[in-house]
Structure formats: structure tokens, C-alpha cells
């Protein structure tokens, strides 16, 4: 499972998509997966990631590290979403506007833990997307290379059943 998941990580990275393809998928990936699943900010992103052109496959690996990590740090996000929500008084009227607007409503923000990691995932965006576009240039340019230098490397390269799935594929592009 943990190799399967490695490989596809440097799958990824070695694909024909552009760092910024790359960094935007693991961003919204990681939105999705900070806040509950079923808001409507979250399919707002859904459909941002179907139109725009970033790498699917990262916003879903994204999702999927973001999602568990979520479930560790609600209490966090609880925190921050009640101190919006409750705790700063001068925006008692706007959230009470907000709700109002039925579309708005919809969204779940008058819920703690909502408004707490959608707060959090709006700070993240930034840092994580530069961050992860970086990373992907540095192991493009230097790991990479060192990578296919390895003598494991070399060897499953030059083995049958590397070329037999390498013939497999490409079968379905």
C-alpha cells in the first residue's frame, strides 16, 4: 500500500504536468480535504478543479492526506471557527445578513468547525501552492536525475515486465 502510494506520488511528479498544474490540484485537493466534505464551498472547488486545467491525480492525493489530517485537527478548527463565529462581536451582523441570503445559508458557515478550517485552508492556499510548486521544481531538477542513476532503478528499467507495462499503459491513451 505505502509503495503503491510512493509510486504514484513520483508518478506524478514525473508527469508531463507543470508545477503549477501540480501545486493548484494539491491546493484545492487540500481545501476539499480541510473542510467537511459536504459544504457548498467544497463543490465549488469540485467543479473549479473539473475546469480549470490542474493535475486531477494531486488534487486527489491531496484530498486524501488532507482528510485524515482534518480529523486529527477539528478540535483546532472548532477553536478558530467559534472565535469568528462567536467570540468577535462586530461580525454578529454580517453573519446574521449572511444567513439570511439563502444560497449562503447553504453553506454551513455558522458551523464551527466549518468556518475554522475553511479559514485555515484560505490561509494555507498561498504558502502550500508555492511551497509545492518549488518542491516539485527542486525534485524535477536534482532528485530525479539522481533517482534514475540507482542501480534498482536501472534493473527493474531493463526488466521484461517493466516494458510489458510500460506497452500496457499506454495502451488505453
Same mark, same amino acid.
Given at each position: 500500500m505505502i509503495i503503491k502510494f510512493i509510486a504514484k506520488l513520483i508518478e506524478i511528479l514525473r508527469s508531463a504536468a507543470s508545477p503549477n498544474q501540480i501545486a493548484c490540484g494539491f491546493v484545492l485537493g487540500m481545501a476539499i480535504g480541510l473542510t467537511p466534505f459536504w459544504s457548498l464551498h467544497n463543490l465549488v472547488i469540485f467543479i473549479l478543479i473539473v475546469i480549470l486545467n490542474v493535475n486531477i491525480t494531486m488534487a486527489i492525493f491531496s484530498f486524501g492526506i488532507f482528510s485524515g489530517l482534518a480529523y486529527l485537527i477539528d478540535p483546532l478548527f472548532h477553536n478558530i471557527g467559534f472565535f469568528i463565529l462567536v467570540d468577535l462581536s462586530s461580525l454578529h451582523g454580517l453573519w446574521t445578513a449572511m444567513y439570511n441570503i439563502p444560497i449562503l445559508a447553504l453553506s454551513k458557515y455558522n458551523n464551527t468547525v466549518v468556518m475554522g478550517s475553511l479559514i485555515c485552508s484560505i490561509f494555507l492556499v498561498f504558502p502550500m501552492f508555492f511551497l509545492i510548486k518549488k518542491a516539485v521544481i527542486v525534485y524535477r531538477e536534482n532528485i530525479d536525475v539522481k533517482m534514475q542513476k540507482w542501480k534498482i532503478v536501472k534493473v527493474?528499467?531493463? #526488466?521484461?515486465?517493466? #516494458?510489458?507495462?510500460?506497452?500496457?499503459?499506454?495502451i488505453g491513451e
Open positions: 527493474v528499467k531493463g #526488466s521484461k515486465i517493466y #516494458s510489458i507495462y510500460e506497452t500496457i499503459k499506454n
